[in-house]
Nanobody
Framework: QVQLVESGGGLVQPGGSLRLSCAASRMIFSMYATGWYRQAPGKQRELVAGITSGGNTMYADSVKGRFTISRDNAKNLMYLQMNSLKPDDTAVYYC???????????WGQGTQVTVSS
């Protein structure tokens, strides 16, 4: 019922910043918990940041203080502002709606983030 498309990934130096965007094909972000996952080679997919339908946020310990999740519900957009990037942040980042609970589970195709000098 919805398509999610990520953008904003790329190559950035350590200490740099990127902002990832997730565009939904229809209004949905206000209805469910949403968030960003990432998966690095050889590692399990990890929930990096989440936001509930009520606007409460959570972050993985590894990114607290550096990443910020936000939504613009009217524009069907979700963002992940990534600051002070580290090489360990290198991964494919995925937009998700549902956070693997409840009746829906939507994923974007992923966008590559590479942090390297």
């Amino acid at each position: 019922q919805v398509q999610l498309v990520e953008s904003g990934g790329g190559l950035v130096q350590p200490g740099g910043s990127l902002r990832l965007s997730c565009a939904a094909s229809r209004m949905i972000f206000s209805m469910y918990a949403t968030g960003w996952y990432r998966q690095a080679p050889g590692k399990q997919r990890e929930l990096v940041a989440g936001i509930t339908s009520g606007g409460n946020t959570m972050y993985a310990d590894s990114v607290k203080g550096r990443f910020t999740i936000s939504r613009d519900n009217a524009k069907n957009l979700m963002y992940l502002q990534m600051n002070s990037l580290k090489p360990d942040d290198t991964a494919v980042y995925y937009c998700n709606v549902g956070l693997r609970v409840g009746p829906i589970d939507y994923w974007g195709q992923g966008t590559q983030v590479t942090v390297s000098s």
